[in-house]
């Protein structure tokens, strides 16, 4: 059988009708899903660990008011003092007891007192000369091993749906990683302190000059922070996108405090 003009002809030469296709039947219709038992849940933020607040004191505080019984009656938080300040190289013997908790020793510790008598550009100093230190020494201990997902991951995945997965299941993934292996393995065998903590590997993993940063700047704004005229500052988790948030908060308040302005630090 020839074509012409796309129609089928027989031998005779006339022309057949073509046959059309048999039509498929129209498919049914899905019935309408049933909801799922778990619905797809948004991803849940871990909360972030809080250790140190610091608390610009109103000026009308006395002083007598500034001990650890009274911080949950004035600020509403439960904590103790402590001694995360430097005093200034040029502190006066009479000026020692304008300082909270001062303890002997050079530096001076303490737990706050007026902006002029912190030696603040010394304690960020030092926090990244001592960070810059620890990241090589962390670098030695990682190296060969890849990029490892930090704990808030972990952590947020669990939160958001913990019953298909677990707490246990999370922390044995989070602790599986090769470079997690080489940062606990240094720690169990190096006695004393300074361990490189597993909760700072995010951080590590942003580079030498990052880690110093992060450092130098956690050094004076701690965790927290509570302003004067109440604005309560933190990171949203642990995760350092959040945790840098709060340290660029945190920096630019303390950029605007005058030299009188005191300064708390207290542990939750």
């Not at 608390?55 to 004035?74: F, K, R, V, Y």
């Not at 990241?135 to 939160?159: D, K, N």
Request: charged letters at 15%.
């Amino acid at each position: 059988m020839s074509t012409v003009n796309g129609t089928p002809l027989t031998r005779h030469g006339s022309r057949v009708p073509l046959i059309p296709a048999r039509p498929t039947p129209p498919t049914p219709a899905a019935p309408p899903a049933r909801a799922q038992a778990t619905a797809v849940r948004p991803p849940v933020t871990p909360a972030p660990t809080i250790k140190i607040m610091v608390i610009c004191l109103p000026d009308d505080l006395p002083a007598q008011a500034m001990t650890s019984h009274q911080l949950g009656t004035h600020f509403g938080v439960t904590g103790t003092l402590t001694t995360l300040y430097w005093a200034t190289p040029r502190l006066r013997p009479w000026q020692r007891h304008q300082l909270i908790g001062a303890r002997k020793g050079q530096p001076t510790l303490c737990a706050g007192g007026r902006v002029r008598l912190l030696d603040l550009p010394g304690m960020r100093h030092a926090a990244a000369v001592g960070a810059g230190i620890r990241h090589q020494v962390w670098q030695q201990i990682v190296h060969g091993t890849g990029p490892a997902t930090p704990w808030p991951v972990f952590e947020s995945r669990h939160l958001t749906d913990p019953d298909r997965y677990p707490l246990d299941r999370a922390s044995e993934d989070f602790h599986a990683q090769p470079r997690v292996h080489a940062m606990r393995l240094h720690a169990a065998t190096t006695p004393g302190a300074g361990h490189l903590s597993v909760g700072e590997l995010e951080m590590y993993q942003a580079g030498q000059v990052a880690y110093q940063h992060y450092r130098a700047a956690s050094a004076v704004a701690g965790d927290a922070m509570l302003t004067a005229d109440g604005r309560h500052l933190a990171p949203a988790s642990d995760a350092l996108a959040h945790r840098i948030t709060y340290l660029e908060q945190a920096l630019a308040h303390l950029d605007t405090v005058g030299p009188e302005q005191r300064l708390l630090a207290i542990a939750l």
